[in-house]
């Protein structure tokens, strides 16, 4: 495994801890002793082949899934995250994939599905409506009207619609799930600018990608999987693809044989 990198100058400690995290499947270990960690104000990429952990581990950071051992600490105090709304309740906030919206409701309906804000048995329209004008313009998000429907907008609008989405119940953490899978070369570099917005707004950010240029270009350190285990921690501002992909693969001189 590749040196730790030197956070010796960071005053904040993580918002999200996570040591020796197990996960099996039956006979199946997706995850052994897994050590993670984010701050506030850090971009944190997690990379590996298909089939490393990294969507296992996002699961267990949403409470999709429970880990089958392990330690996870928020703000250093250990918590278990049972469910998906014990994570919301936690700061934690995922977007994955499918990113869970609706293609015939607009914007701000969008951001507020399941979570509408209601005044004496009615929808207070004028009040979601405010706040997602806020939370849009607070992430500096490219979109035409919050009254658009969700199917007329572009891959990476309905990217930042979801980033924004989790925006609304305030969260400290983000993890992201492949955010600019399958979108153009523009619409990529405007879901990369949201995820350094959300840095900037203090937050803990776990970025999930198999692109390494997009990793490379965004996050603060990297983490790699590979077979379920720890296999290497890089400075992304400094890294090369070709260490990235060495850690991946298992090339010599990485992984948790080669300390």
């Known amino acids: 495994m590749t040196s730790p990198i030197d956070t010796s100058d960071t005053t904040t400690g993580p918002v999200l801890s996570m040591h020796g995290i197990t996960k099996r499947f039956g006979a199946v270990e997706a995850l052994v002793d897994v050590t ?20 296992t581990l996002a699961k267990i950071i949403a409470g999709a899934l429970q880990p089958t051992a392990g330690l996870i600490e928020i703000d250093g105090a250990g918590v278990t995250i049972g469910s998906p ?40 329209e004028g009040r979601m409506a405010q706040l997602t004008r806020s939370v849009l313009r607070d ?27 989790t925006l609304i119940g305030e969260p400290r953490l983000v993890v992201l799930d492949e955010p600019t899978a ?38 603060d350190r990297i983490e790699v999987l590979r077979h379920g285990r720890n296999n290497g921690s890089f400075a992304g501002s400094s890294v090369r693809q070709a260490d990235l992909i060495a850690a991946i693969t298992g090339a010599p001189g990485y992984g948790t044989a080669h300390s």
């Open 139 to 165: 992430l500096r998000a490219q979109i035409p009207s919050i009254h658009t429907p969700l199917h007329q907008l572009s891959g990476g609008q309905r990217q930042a619609v979801a980033i924004a989405r």
């Open 36 to 55: 993670f960690e984010v701050r506030p104000r850090e971009v944190v990429g997690l990379i590996g082949d298909n089939a490393a952990g990294k969507s």
């Open 182 to 219: 399958s979108l153009s070369v523009a619409q990529t570099a405007e879901v990369l600018t949201l995820i350094e917005r959300l840095r900037d707004l203090g937050l803990g950010v776990v970025f999930i990608s198999h692109n390494l240029t997009d990793i490379g270009a965004t996050c």
């Open 85 to 124: 709304s014990a994570a919301h309740r936690l700061g934690i906030a995922t977007v994955f994939q499918d990113l869970a919206l609706c293609e015939n409701l607009d914007v701000s309906a969008n951001l507020f599905l399941g979570r509408e804000l209601n005044a004496t048995g009615f929808l207070h």
